[in-house]
């Protein structure tokens, strides 16, 4: 398996970032519409495989399997060419500072990314609400099962984040999240055949999500997912988690209550703690290369 040394890493990151700035907006769209759609599929594939482990085999392996199985949404998008905004959160910033493009094309690609993951995210957990997590009968009345139940109680601890500690938690989270997703990039640029750039990916993201950290576009699958599927609740399954509880779950507690802290934590994670460190670390030998 070839691999790149440190430096030539995030030389080729830098390069990639500066390739990103310069595809024209509906492109950065479009191709954040995929990344949100290939994330959500991972989240979407965690919450089906997770489903009734901790009541068998403990917490702990319920976190192992999500993690095991959530990293294909990043694997695909690394391998065929996607827009990830927490990715972008370090590739641009890397480009800024190495290649000397400007601040404000990197704030305009995180812009349309971003809005190119979130309608992607959102579609993906349209088809989720509305297919395995549900039955439909010969009059089209619904019922949730046991992984659209698991996906409404994903989405209630995903905005169960009140309070200043609260959101220092989901902030630390989305820091320790963003680090480990940027890792995974780095050892993704460092190989060059496919399998090497799969198992590069893999660990760091099975660790993120094993770890219970947050993740803004994943939130933007997760916490739709569970409000959708939340709608075709019966009475039963409402008084099980409690009306006042389901209250809670809504478009405005996912900004005001995760994503939007969320986003701002992974950011840091990305651009502090690996763009700006690797950079600042790398700095003699990068401009040596040029």
């Known amino acids: 398996m070839v691999f790149h040394p440190p430096v030539q890493i995030i030389a080729k990151g830098a390069g990639a970032g500066k390739y990103k700035t310069g595809l024209e907006w509906w492109n950065m769209v479009l191709r954040g519409f995929m990344a949100g759609a290939y994330i959500a599929m991972g989240g979407a594939l965690a919450t089906v495989c997770s489903t009734g482990v901790a009541a068998n085999l403990g917490d702990g ?3 192992l399997i999500l993690g095991a199985v959530f990293p294909v949404g990043l694997i695909i998008i690394v391998l065929t060419g996607a827009e990830l905004f927490t990715g972008d959160a370090m590739l641009a910033p890397l480009a800024a500072f190495i290649h000397k493009i400007s601040w404000a094309s990197v704030i305009n690609l995180w812009i349309w990314v971003y809005i190119g993951n979130l309608i992607g995210s959102i579609v993906y957990a349209y088809i989720m609400a509305n297919g395995p997590f549900v039955s439909f009968n010969a009059a089209g009345v619904a019922t949730v099962n046991s992984l659209g139940l698991t996906a409404v109680n994903i989405a209630l601890g995903k905005v169960s984040y009140v309070g200043l500690a609260g959101m220092w938690s989901a902030f630390l989270k989305a820091i320790a999240c963003n680090w480990l997703v940027n890792l995974a990039i780095l050892l993704g640029i460092c190989a060059d055949d496919a399998v090497g750039k799969i198992f590069g990916i893999w660990f760091p993201i099975m660790a993120f999500v094993a770890s219970g950290f947050e993740h803004c576009v994943a939130n933007m699958y997760f916490i ?9 609740l019966n009475a039963d399954q409402i008084a099980t ?11 405005v507690t996912m900004w005001t209550n995760n994503v939007i802290i969320v986003t ?16 600042i670390a790398f700095k003699k030998e990068i401009e040596a290369l040029e």
């Open 61 to 63: 392996f319920a976190k």
């Open 224 to 232: 739709p997912a569970g409000i959708m599927t939340a709608g075709y």
């Open 241 to 251: 988690i409690t009306p006042a509880k389901l209250a809670t779950l809504n478009y």
């Open 264 to 279: 701002i934590g992974n950011i840091v994670g990305g651009l502090l703690f690996v763009g700006i460190l690797y950079w």
